[in-house]
């Protein structure tokens, strides 16, 4: 009975670990997961197996997980003006005050973040991909640009539903790893 539910855990902590959209939450299912194997594996009567799962799979691992996701620090955030000869200047301050919250809202989660304004074409910089974020202020409309697997972006479109922007919103766009 007792191996039944363990083996049933395993596999559900594996499909929670994959399933999840934060890396903090995957890498906490996958040192839970880890735990469970090596209790398997003592289950099953092999004590040095499990003293190597446990040591390295829920603790190092998980240590060095970790410690990658906290390297991960500094957010990057293109805010591309790309006015013809026309300057709108209620799209700017709309802008700016997206932006004030995107650093508010990663200064939260203990994200600093990098704002480089530029008139350079935002298509130079989506070919470049050396960005967290891309902000296009171009005709009318800002549109955000993010990469798809990037959970910061999950978090500014939260942050702009919270803001309800009907009047003006923000088009939202998730770039695959390659732009052609």
Do not use: W
């Amino acid at each position: 009975m007792i191996e039944k539910l363990l083996l049933v855990c395993l596999v559900v902590f594996a499909v929670a670990a994959v399933v999840t959209g934060q890396l903090r939450r995957a890498v906490i299912y996958l040192s839970v997961f880890s735990l469970l194997a090596s209790l398997a594996y003592l289950l099953y009567q092999a004590p040095d197996v499990a003293i190597a799962e446990a040591v390295i799979g829920c603790g190092l691992a998980t240590v060095l997980y970790l410690a990658a996701l906290r390297k991960q620090r500094l957010i990057t955030i293109y805010y591309v003006h790309e006015h013809d000869e026309d300057i709108n200047d209620r799209l700017t301050k709309q802008a700016d005050r997206l932006l004030r919250a995107i650093e508010q809202l990663l200064a939260e989660k203990e994200l600093e973040t990098q704002v480089i304004h530029t008139a350079r074409p935002g298509r130079e910089i989506l070919d470049r991909q050396d960005f967290d974020l891309l902000l296009v202020e171009k005709d009318q409309q800002l549109t955000m640009y993010g990469r798809t697997e990037d959970y910061h972006l999950d978090a500014v479109e939260a942050l702009l539903a919270k803001q309800n922007r009907s009047a003006d919103p923000v088009q939202v766009i998730r770039l695959d790893r390659e732009v052609n």
